[in-house]
């Protein structure tokens, strides 16, 4: 399967600034996908975003708050935009190596204070 | 829409004994369908899947999960717990629009008492 890194592991930041956070894969994938996870709370889709076109943004995130890269078909960033303590969450990445196998990323473990 | 209901929060079990999570599905299609663990401070992992093909599906660790589709259920099972099975657990369907996004269930955690 493939190996997902994301920096950073986690972060610790103040309300009202904004964060990026990085996605590398050790493989060539074509679908990418941005989860959140709120404490205690099972993970909610963000967005997928697929190399060469635009990402494409669940219900309730915007990209606005959420702008989303994909440069090429190893590496994605998601940003979390004015930050406030609601978007405190793990922000996971994940990817489609085949068909119905999706692996994730280890996650990213925010704090807004 | 698909969707996925685990129907117990918690779940607390001796070790040596059997695991049962329960997980029921709904779908207007034949569903792909998957098990996924999360322990403590590390990420997801894929625990089995099943995908129209055998109804019982083994998976890592011991794990196996039965697909039955008159009682639209994805049960997961292990004869024997072991501590290290202490996680949280999500039952996951996937979305059968354009977009194959995974629909994950609420959550289950499994706890292991000595």
């Known amino acids: 399967s493939a190996v997902i890194s994301q920096k950073p592991s986690r972060d610790i930041c103040q309300r009202g600034t904004s964060l990026t956070i990085q996605c590398q894969v050790d493989?060539?994938?074509?679908?990418m996908f941005w989860y959140r996870q709120q404490p205690g709370q099972s993970l909610t889709l963000i967005a997928t975003?697929?190399?060469?076109?635009?990402?494409?943004?669940e219900s309730g995130f915007v990209i606005d708050k959420f702008p989303i890269s994909r440069p090429n078909l190893t590496f994605s960033t998601l940003t979390v935009s004015n930050m406030s303590p609601e978007d405190s969450s793990i922000y996971l990445c994940?990817?489609?190596?085949?068909?119905?196998?999706?692996?994730f990323g280890p996650g990213t473990r925010l704090t807004v204070t | 829409a698909q969707s996925v209901t685990q129907l117990d929060s918690h779940v607390s079990v001796s070790e040596g004994t059997p695991v049962l999570l329960r997980c029921n599905y709904s779908?207007?299609?034949?569903?792909?369908l998957f098990w996924y663990v999360q322990h403590p401070n590390k990420g997801l992992q894929l625990l089995l899947k099943?995908?129209?093909?055998?109804?019982l599906v083994k998976g890592i660790n011991g794990f196996e999960a039965e697909f039955k589709k008159s009682e639209t259920s994805f049960h997961l099972t292990k004869p024997s717990a072991h501590m290290s099975d202490a996680a949280e657990y999500f039952c996951?369907?996937?979305?059968?629009?354009?977009?194959?996004?995974?629909?994950f269930g609420s959550g289950t955690r499994l706890l292991v008492r000595p």
């Open positions: 493989s060539q994938v074509t679908m």
């Open positions: 779908s207007s299609y034949s569903p792909s």
């Open positions: 099943y995908t129209s093909a055998a109804t």
């Open positions: 996951v369907v996937r979305s059968m629009d354009s977009s194959y996004k995974l629909i």
């Open positions: 975003a697929n190399q060469g076109s635009e990402a494409t943004y």
């Open positions: 994940s990817v489609e190596e085949g068909p119905d196998e999706q692996y």
